[in-house]
Structure formats: structure tokens, C-alpha cells
């Protein structure tokens, strides 16, 4: 009885292990608003660090964090700054492409809790006296990623993160 119980959960881990192996390599999420202000000003709250952490909603989560800005640019290709927080982690953001006023691109490490690269876009579009944003975040699926995609949605735990940073942008946007 014991052997036959210890191979039916050596077979189950066996066939999970497999079946998170069969996951993409890599994963890409994204959400969209639309701003009822013009694609300059939507830009330059994003291009510019400091005007991005007034939006951000890990930054407006964990009012502990500390963030710091390296060297006197905030704005455009080489600005950078990095996190440290209770529920935020460790991290750092740098911007690697910019081009006004329709796009910026970000290279996003996660240090702590679990080490992680990933690209952000920011992509404006101008819609009849608006501007549509896009939000996209997308990196690779290393195997424990992929395992833990088995059992939690990564769309679903940050998508909604996205969606409240897409609000708080447009908000302060449209003042």
C-alpha cells in the first residue's frame, strides 16, 4: 500500500514537473487607457522618473519604499533609479529608449524577493484629442516561473497593479 501510494505522488510531481515544462519561455502582459490630455504631457510624466513615481502604484503602495535617483538626470535614455521596500522589494528601473512623444522603454530588474528582468513599454497613441496608452511588461519564463504559472496567473496578480497605474496617470494627466 505504502509503495503504491509513494509512486502515484512520485508519477503526480513527475507529470506537474513535465507539464510546467511544456510553458512558454517567455510572457508578455499588457493593459490600455485612454487620457483625455495630449500625448506630450502623457510623455512627460513618464519619461521622467520622478514624474513616473508620482503615478506608480508599487511606489504609492509601499510608502516606506526608498527610491533613489542615480546621478542628476531623471529624464529620457540612461535615467535610472532603484527601490528598496517592505512589500516592494528590491529593484531598479532604467530607461533604454525614449522617443517623443510616443514611446518609452524600460529595463526593469527585480533583485529581491526573486531576481527577474524584464522590458516595459509604454507606447501613446493620439485618439481625437486624447492619447491611448498602452502599458506592456514582457521577459522570460525560466522553469520555476513556469511551475509557479501552474498554480497562480501572472496576468491576474499585476494586471490589476497595471490597471490602478494606468488610472492614477490618467488622473493626474487630466488635471
Not at 48 to 63: E, Q, R, V
Request: hydrophobic content about 50%; cysteine-free.
Amino acid at each position: 500500500m505504502l509503495k503504491t501510494l509513494a509512486l502515484v505522488i512520485v508519477v503526480a510531481v513527475a507529470a506537474l514537473l513535465l507539464f510546467a515544462a511544456t510553458r512558454p519561455d517567455s510572457f508578455s502582459m499588457q493593459r490600455s487607457t485612454t487620457i483625455a490630455a495630449p500625448p506630450d504631457k502623457v510623455f512627460g510624466l513618464i519619461n521622467d522618473l520622478k514624474g513616473f513615481n508620482t503615478w506608480n502604484p508599487w511606489a504609492l503602495k509601499d510608502p516606506t519604499s526608498k527610491l533613489s535617483y542615480e546621478g542628476s538626470n531623471t529624464v529620457g535614455v540612461g535615467a535610472a533609479y532603484t527601490w528598496q521596500g517592505s512589500s516592494t522589494g528590491v529593484g531598479r528601473m532604467e530607461i533604454i529608449e525614449s522617443v517623443a512623444p510616443a514611446k518609452v522603454a524600460a529595463r526593469l530588474e527585480f533583485k529581491e524577493p526573486m531576481a527577474a528582468t524584464n522590458r516595459v513599454e509604454f507606447t501613446l497613441a493620439p485618439q481625437a484629442g486624447a492619447t491611448l496608452v498602452t502599458w506592456t511588461m514582457s521577459g522570460p519564463m525560466p522553469f520555476m516561473s513556469k511551475l509557479m504559472s501552474v498554480f497562480m496567473s501572472f496576468d491576474k496578480m499585476v494586471g490589476p497593479d497595471f490597471e490602478a497605474g494606468l488610472a492614477n496617470l490618467k488622473a493626474l494627466a487630466e488635471k
